[in-house]
Nanobody
Framework: QVQLVESGGGLVQTGDSLRLSCTAS????????MGWFRQVPGKERAFVAA????????WYVDSVKGRFTISGDNARNTVYLQMNSLKPEDTAVYYC?????????????????WGQGTQVTVSS
């Protein structure tokens, strides 16, 4: 089992920055990919970014490329999502996820472990 705890959400204005953190505990040695998803009311959870754990591979949804950066700190079992130039359409609950299987990073069904979510609100 892997437990994930997110932090760093909040209320910001358009153009501001936030950094989300997700710390993993438990049986983390087999983690293969860690990802960030977001969800707004009435819509399905959507892929934002992912990172191959222990490597350098990263992936992003087109709408955040150039604004968001995902990174990982293996020693701290923590993944970060640096969000710059935030827009109102980035408003959502952001979830951290982890998978220990070689699977498609953008599919939420690939992930077995999820955090509780952290709210990000961007005002215009």
């Amino acid at each position: 089992q892997v437990q994930l705890v997110e932090s760093g959400g909040g209320l910001v204005q358009t153009g501001d920055s936030l950094r989300l953190s997700c710390t993993a505990s438990g049986r983390t040695s087999s983690t293969y990919i860690m990802g960030w998803f977001r969800q707004v009311p009435g819509k399905e959870r959507a892929f934002v970014a992912a990172i191959g754990w222990g490597g350098t591979a990263t992936w992003y949804v087109d709408s955040v490329k150039g604004r968001f950066t995902i990174s990982g700190d293996n020693a701290r079992n923590t993944v970060y999502l640096q969000m710059n130039s935030l827009k109102p359409e980035d408003t959502a609950v952001y979830y951290c996820a982890a998978t220990q299987k070689r699977s498609y990073y953008a599919n939420q069904n690939s992930y077995a472990y999820w955090g509780q979510g952290t709210q990000v609100t961007v005002s215009s």
